[in-house]
Structure formats: C-alpha cells, structure tokens
C-alpha cells in the first residue's frame, strides 16, 4: 500500500512539474519572442534589456513581440516588475546554449532563433531586424493595403 501511495504522489508531481513548464511552441506562427537570459536577476546587461525594451512598448506590439525574463529556475513573461514568477528551469535549459551571464534571444514566427547576443541589443536594432524579415515585410504591406 504505501508503494502504491509512493508512486502516485511521484506520478502527480511530475504531471504537475510538467504542466507548470512553459512550452513556447504555442508561440509559433503567432508571435516572436525576446528572450533575455541571465543567471541573476540583478545582472546589469539584463536590467538594461529591460530597461531598453520597455522604452517602445508600441513597436513590440506592432511587431507581435512578447518578451520572455528566464532566469535559472524561473521566468515570466512581459516586462512588468510585478508580474509573478513562475518556477521552471527548462526555459533556461533550452536557451542557455553556452556559459555566459546573459544573452538575449529573439525568435521568429517559424520558432528559429534569429539573434542570439551576450550583449544587450538596442530595441531599435531588434525591430530593424524584424522589418528585414519577408514574414514582418507582408504584415507591413497587408497594414497599408
């Protein structure tokens, strides 16, 4: 009995771990991402990433950009300081590719990454980046027409 009790509290908790990871496929076709990695939340480049992107809330939004914070065992997605964290380490572990304190991503409408810098990018090369794409040139000829 308490072999079967055992294994499903470990059952549940990992159907539950893995409800609470963020898959970022739904993404896909709908919106690009920003994904500004850091290792401590208190890392300079990406309190300036931020800082930067919060600067032009309306380009992010014509562009269908959604900004994802990942930080080892938690993200959150936008730029708001009072949105909650959720706990998870996969984002992390999918994105942080190479050992550096920070890195910011971004990543098209078909899901590959477009950028990936150890800098912070100025949000005015990221859209300018995005304007080059033939996906961002048709929504741009679809809004004039």
């Keep these: 009995m308490y072999l079967i009790r055992s294994l499903i509290t470990i059952s ?16 896909r076709w709908q919106d690009r991402l920003i994904i500004i990695l850091a290792e401590d939340a208190a890392n300079p480049a990406f309190l300036q990433q ?6 032009d809330q309306t380009a992010l939004q014509e562009r269908r950009l959604l900004v994802y914070q990942v930080l080892p065992n938690r993200y959150r997605q936008g730029l708001d300081s009072n949105t909650s964290w ?15 304190p920070f890195q910011v991503l971004l990543i098209g409408l078909d899901g590959g990454v477009k950028l990936r810098q ?3 990018v100025n949000g005015d ?3 300018d980046l995005i304007d080059t794409m033939p996906m961002r040139r048709a929504e741009m000829r679809r809004k004039k027409g």
Excluded at 12 to 27: G, I, K, P, V
Excluded at 50 to 55: G, P, R, S, V, Y
Aim: aromatic fraction near 12%; proline fraction near 2%; charge should be negative.
């Design 12 to 27: 549940f908790f990992s159907m539950l771990t893995t409800a609470c990871a963020q898959d970022l496929s739904e993404h």
């Design 50 to 55: 931020i800082a930067d992107l919060k600067q």
């Design 86 to 100: 959720a706990n998870s380490a996969i984002l992390f572990e999918q994105f942080s590719t190479v050992q550096v």
């Design 118 to 120: 150890q800098t912070p």
């Design 125 to 127: 090369a990221i859209f």
